[in-house]
């Protein structure tokens, strides 16, 4: 893939100098209609034998044609589905398609996942909703914010890649026919030809004139016309990953690399004291000692050193020749215990901000039963196997990255920022990413790279993070405390429901470090799985206590479904026992008008059929990122040892783009979030994170890994998340099964008997 760089000028920034000039401005723009996502800033030249059709699509003289993508590929697998959304409009077989890295334009941000993050109930349709949706979408087009997350590449992308496909297509056949002086309309298309009767015309032999018509009115295709979209596709990125050619972040070798080893302060918000540098300097390879402390944007405040040298390994034998001394700061009391208290006694006092609240939950009639429950989930590590790196290069005032990225624009603005540059003068080559799952969206490595870079007189050197650094210098998924408590009937049926949680805020953080906003109102991902909750109560109200603190927080796979799913749908199982029904039967009685749900859950449960002897089934039944995923878990116990040995899976994502990818993405999801609900946990102590490597932050192992069951429940709704939603529902549905099992309830993960 090409290098990707910000085309045009930078942004011009106004300063409104009044409150009513303001409104009138924000008013008149509003009415406007939102930019294009076709046309880029500065158009593609005509090189090398290719034309621009439109942004997203060139193609060459053969008639190959090449892709614009704009989103990371972390083995996801967006490779491959985004070029079958253009391939399947374009009518051209998928081999024939190239993917070049999309340069930094407006028309690759990523609208879908900033719509999605609004605190909007799913089912709220009313106009405030429909205007808050309309107005970000329309706000995300101008900021054009190029990320991959939120389970948002093939949503975002259903709609302009799918237009820029069937418009080349139109602008191909319109230059067809007037070679033919036919109507376009007598015109069809197959495999990459334009056709009428006997006569042929490949689009290489079409592009340059059809670079100078217009598609007029696009049409796209009716599902039912689909060749390729809803079939399995083979993974376009497995051969060079199973042959080794596939580059990932430490695969780069620019010409006299150099490689740096990076010690930060163990304590949180701790500060260097003091360091040999002359002592390093004098070991083996030894180039450069740099303390990169504070190194601009998104660090979190960390101090660190590094030591450059001609290897890797030199560079990590200097550092523990020569440890650095470091001052623990104003977090040595901080603790995994304090922080728990804190947000308990932050439920105990403060009402927090109500996210949904529907009827008089207080005081609903004809309850004769209230349950009550706590739960309680702990800080994660993100854990990637690929460990941080980022290459830099800083040189005649110009600034080249080599990053395995989640966010190429933000990269570009926090180096620019780091080297005193312009963002024009950045170029990014955005490698394969060996496990993204929200930490990649950080940009603390690039900051680092930079800052070392700048150091070693023009030389590239190659930032790499220990595990132990990885994992002691997350931005961790947060550690959150929840209350429930629910009002039964005689029946045994829900008459109220009441939940308040705390945590820290992701969002609020992300904001300061990485855009520098003040982090301020309501932040979705708290809350999330829980305020959005399909169950048909009458007498509602979820609210949420945020509670700022030292520890950095980030997004993790899934983010808040990834614990308000085990809180919701452990007190759903809780519900269920207490009002005497057996659990799928208690949700489909909650989902009368959720059918698309009812459906995922039946399919789950008839796929798991019946436990073997001495197992459990567990259920769970979760919607995030727009698909809803229902997980049966077959169980067993031994002594204290929890075992799953099958998980049936169903979802309902929509449009399933390409089925293959869906059940590798629900069988990683899983596996993911197994990995949490059995052994994850990052502990605190005298404000420093306790755990390492893999020894005591333990992930699934290959003879713990379940058999899994994968069933795509068929919809003709616009594709939605697959990449996170598989993961939320693991925990309880695993939960629930130890429950049936032993009559115990785990009310806090990771789960331990």
């Not at 070049?100 to 109930?121: C, K, S, T, W, Y």
């Not at 740096?260 to 304590?267: E, I, T």
């Amino acid at each position: 893939m090409q290098p990707v760089g910000p085309k045009g000028k930078s942004r011009r920034r106004f300063i409104v100098g009044g409150l009513g000039a303001a409104g009138a401005l924000i008013v008149g723009w509003g009415v406007l209609p939102p930019r294009q996502r076709l046309t880029l800033a500065d158009p593609f030249a005509v090189t090398d034998g290719t034309v621009a059709l439109n942004g997203w699509i060139r193609i060459a003289d053969d008639g190959i044609v090449t892709v614009a993508m704009p989103r990371s590929e972390m083995g996801q697998g967006v490779h491959t589905a985004l070029p079958m959304l253009v391939a399947e409009e374009l009518d051209v077989p998928l081999a024939m398609i190239r993917i070049e890295q999309a340069p930094v334009d407006r028309i690759f941000g990523n609208v879908a996942m900033l719509v999605d993050g609004l605190p909007l109930h799913p089912e709220d349709n009313g106009m405030l909703a429909r205007g808050a949706r309309w107005l970000t979408a329309k706000s995300a087009r101008e900021f054009g914010l190029m990320v991959t997350g939120g389970s948002s590449s093939v949503k975002d992308a259903w709609g302009p890649m799918r237009e820029a496909g069937a418009a080349a297509r139109a602008m191909l056949v319109a230059a067809a026919a007037r070679l033919w002086d036919i109507a376009p309309q007598a015109c069809v298309t197959d495999n990459g030809t334009v056709l009428h009767g006997d006569k042929r015309l490949g689009y290489g032999q079409l592009a340059r004139q059809a670079s100078a018509s217009e598609p007029g009115e696009i049409r796209l295709k009716d599902p039912k016309d689909f060749k390729l979209i809803g079939r399995s596709q083979p993974r376009r990125d497995t051969p060079a990953k199973v042959n080794g050619s596939a580059v990932f972040g430490l695969d780069v070798r620019p010409p006299g690399l150099l490689f740096a080893a990076v010690a930060m302060s163990p304590a949180i918000g701790g500060s260097l004291r003091r360091f040999d540098a002359d002592a390093a300097r004098s070991m083996p390879g030894v180039t450069h000692v740099v303390d990169f402390s504070g190194a601009a944007a998104g660090m979190a405040g960390v101090a660190g050193v590094a030591i450059v040298a001609k290897s890797y390994w030199q560079a990590r034998q200097a550092l523990a020749a020569v440890p650095p001394e470091w001052d623990n700061g104003p977090n040595a009391a901080l603790s995994t215990e304090s922080m728990f208290r804190e947000l308990a006694a932050k439920l105990d006092s403060e009402s927090g901000f109500t996210y949904y609240k529907t009827g008089n939950p207080d005081h609903p009639r004809g309850a004769v039963t209230t349950i009550e429950a706590e739960y309680a989930a702990p800080l994660l590590a993100h854990a990637a196997m690929e460990p941080i790196n980022c290459t830099a290069q800083v040189r005649g005032g110009k600034v080249r990255l080599w990053v395995s990225t989640q966010a190429p624009s933000i990269a570009i603005h926090a180096a620019a920022r780091v080297a005193g540059v312009k963002a024009e003068d950045v170029t990014l080559h955005v490698t394969y990413l060996g496990g993204g799952f929200g930490r990649r969206l950080e940009i603390d490595m690039v900051a680092q790279g930079v800052r070392i870079a700048m150091q070693t007189g023009g030389a590239p050197v190659q930032l790499i993070w220990s595990r132990e650094q990885d994992t002691a210098h997350d931005f961790y998924r947060p550690a959150a405390l929840a209350r429930f408590s629910a009002a039964l009937d005689k029946a045994g049926n829900i008459v109220a429901w009441r939940s308040k949680s705390a945590s820290g805020s992701i969002v609020h953080q992300v904001l300061r470090r990485s855009f520098g906003l003040p982090g301020l109102g309501p932040d979705k991902t708290t809350a999330e799985g829980e305020f959005d909750m399909p169950y048909e109560c009458a007498h509602q109200r979820i609210a949420h206590v945020i509670v700022p603190g030292s520890v950095p927080l980030g997004f993790w796979r899934s983010v808040g479904h990834s614990h308000n799913a085990f809180f919701q749908e452990s007190f759903i199982d809780e519900l269920a026992h207490a009002s005497g029904r057996e659990p799928v039967a208690f949700r489909r009685a909650l989902l009368k008008n959720h059918p698309r749900h009812v459906a995922v859950l039946d399919a789950a449960v008839a796929a798991a059929g019946k436990p073997a002897p001495g197992r459990a089934h567990g259920v769970a039944l979760h919607r995030s990122f727009g698909a809803i995923v229902a997980q049966v878990a077959e169980v067993s116990v031994a002594g204290k040892e929890i075992r799953v040995h099958k998980v049936a899976c169903a979802i309902d994502c929509g449009i399933a783009v390409n089925p293959g990818i869906i059940e590798q993405q629900m069988a990683s999801a899983i596996v993911f979030g197994l990995s949490a609900a059995l052994f994850g946990e990052v502990d605190i102590e005298g404000g420093k994170v306790r755990q390492r490597n893999f020894n005591d932050y333990q992930v699934l192992r290959m003879d713990q890994m379940p058999h899994i069951d994968t069933i795509i429940v068929p919809s003709a709704e616009p594709p939605q998340g697959v990449g996170e939603p598989g993961t939320p529902p693991i925990a309880p549905a695993v939960a629930n099964a130890v429950f049936a099992l032993t009559g115990k309830r785990l009310r806090s993960l990771p789960l331990r008997l």
